[in-house]
């Protein structure tokens, strides 16, 4: 199983954006990495910003090249809208649906639980963090997830849900699909169909 493995303020420091919720943790935000700090302002291509923009999006979900290029293939597949598509098929995500939901602080922590099998989906054991949530499935953790310090925690705290997403106590379900109005990230999801569509 893929994953992006290595520093991770550097990417964030790249895109000028806290792509994996450190918060506070996060250092030099305005400053892209590198030895040599910015250099210069040179005004970006259309290419540069659609590529930013995308490994952006890539790097926020935790999501692999190929995989990626999967989901493009997909929504390109898909009637209606391919920008809305693949974002529906990216919050669809499993350890995207634990984060939205509010049972992890950060994608990566989701992502950790669904590895360590204490996401059950109606049920049952779920492993796979790619695994697309379909509407009206019931999303629980186990019982010894839920006496995990940091869970249980964040299990206390009050989140703000998504208008998609409906939770009670520690179950939660899909209640309809995800648009792009209820994505609270800024993402221009136009500028990466225009990159797959060259």
Same mark, same amino acid.
């Given at each position: ?5 290595? !520093? *991770?303020?550097?990417? @964030?420091?790249?895109? =000028? ?7 506070? %943790? ?12 910015? %250099? =210069? ?8 910003? &659609?590529?930013?923009? *995308? ?13 990626? *290029? $999967? ?9 209606? $809208? ?13 350890? $995207?649906?634990?984060?939205?939901? =509010?049972? +992890? ?8 639980? /669904? @590895? ?18 379909? /509407?009206? &499935? ?5 019982? %010894?997830?839920?006496?995990?310090? +940091?869970?249980?925690? &964040?299990?206390?705290?009050?989140? $703000? ?9 520690? +179950?939660? #379900?899909?209640? *309809?699909? !995800?648009?792009? #109005?209820?994505?609270?990230? !800024?993402? @221009?999801?136009?500028?990466? /169909? ?5």
């Amino acid at each position: 199983m893929a994953r992006q493995a290595g !520093p *991770k303020d550097r990417l @964030s420091r790249r895109e =000028g954006f806290d792509l994996f919720g450190k918060g506070a %943790k996060l250092t030099r935000l305005t400053v892209p990495p590198g030895m040599h700090g910015p %250099k =210069g302002t040179r005004r970006k291509s259309q290419y540069n910003m &659609q590529l930013r923009e *995308k490994q952006k999006v890539k790097r926020m979900y935790g999501v692999m090249e190929r995989q990626f *290029k $999967n989901y493009i293939e997909k929504a390109f597949k898909s009637k209606g $809208n391919t920008g809305e598509s693949l974002l529906s098929l990216l919050e669809r995500r499993l350890d $995207n649906v634990i984060f939205r939901l =509010g049972f +992890a602080t950060t994608r990566p922590a989701a992502r950790q639980l /669904v @590895s360590h099998k204490h996401v059950l989906i109606d049920g049952k054991k779920v492993n796979i963090p790619s695994y697309s949530v379909k /509407v009206g &499935q019931t999303i629980t953790i186990t019982k %010894k997830a839920q006496e995990i310090p +940091a869970v249980r925690k &964040q299990l206390q705290e009050d989140v $703000n849900l998504p208008s998609w997403l409906r939770r009670k106590a520690i +179950a939660g #379900n899909i209640k *309809k699909l !995800p648009t792009i #109005n209820d994505i609270a990230e !800024p993402i @221009s999801i136009q500028d990466i /169909v225009e990159f797959y569509s060259r």
